[in-house]
């Protein structure tokens, strides 16, 4: 088998441009990442501002329990739902990080039989 010096080049420069493509991907998916917890830390810290607020207006044992359930089950179904949607965020970026390298490692794969 003969190597040519433009195949090298080639492959380099492939090689180079994934790599870059990856970065890329890595950098928007780690901004996207950031942005949902800084969103996610700020509603989380209304919701606690607005919920203190409520409570110290209380006047029964009562209306407090009620407005603590709510509140707990409030942020629990906003803690799953904003977990769900950054898991998502990571799953994201893990495929953008590999798909520029998806075609080099094919080249490498065998083909499997079925």
Known sequence: MVFKVEDFQNFGKEQYEAALASVNGVTKGYQAIATAYADYSKKSFEDTS??????????????????????????????????????????????EVYKPFESYVAKFTPPTAH
């Open 50 to 95: 607005s919920f203190v607020e409520k409570l110290t207006g209380v006047k029964s044992v009562e209306k407090a329990l009620e407005l603590q359930t709510e509140f707990t089950k409030s942020a629990y179904e906003t803690f799953v739902a904003e977990s769900k949607k950054i898991g998502e965020l990571y799953a994201d970026l893990a495929k």
